[in-house]
Nanobody
Framework: QVQLVESGGGLVQVGESLRLSCVAS?????????LGWHRQAPGKQRELVAA???????YYSDSVKGRFTISRDSSKNTVYLQMSSLKPEDTAVYYC????????????????WGQGTQVTVSS
């Protein structure tokens, strides 16, 4: 099993930045080859924000491309989401996801999920 714990959410103003972190722990962290961030706003479906594979390739949704950066520190079993130029529409609960397969993270069917961290962007 893999446990994912997110942190770094909060309330910010439009245009400000936040960095989310997600730490993976447990007996099978080696299976967390692919990592990613999804988000769910009130009344909306959960959507992919960004993903990163063990080899480094990344994926970003069009809505965050150029503003968000995903990265990982394998030595710390941690994935980050640096969010800049935040907009009110970025307000959501952000979930960390992990899976052996990159496509599973991108497809929203990852095996492991965190409990979520709230990001609120106020105008």
């Amino acid at each position: 099993q893999v446990q994912l714990v997110e942190s770094g959410g909060g309330l910010v103003q439009v245009g400000e930045s936040l960095r989310l972190s997600c730490v993976a722990s447990g007996r099978n962290t080696y299976s967390a080859n692919a990592l990613g961030w999804h988000r769910q706003a009130p009344g909306k479906q959960r959507e992919l924000v960004a993903a990163i594979s063990s080899g480094g390739p990344t994926y970003y949704s069009d809505s965050v491309k150029g503003r968000f950066t995903i990265s990982r520190d394998s030595s710390k079993n941690t994935v980050y989401l640096q969010m800049s130029s935040l907009k009110p529409e970025d307000t959501a609960v952000y979930y960390c996801a992990a899976d052996p397969l990159y496509d599973a993270v991108i497809g929203g069917i990852a095996r492991y999920w965190g409990q979520g961290t709230q990001v609120t962007v106020s105008s």
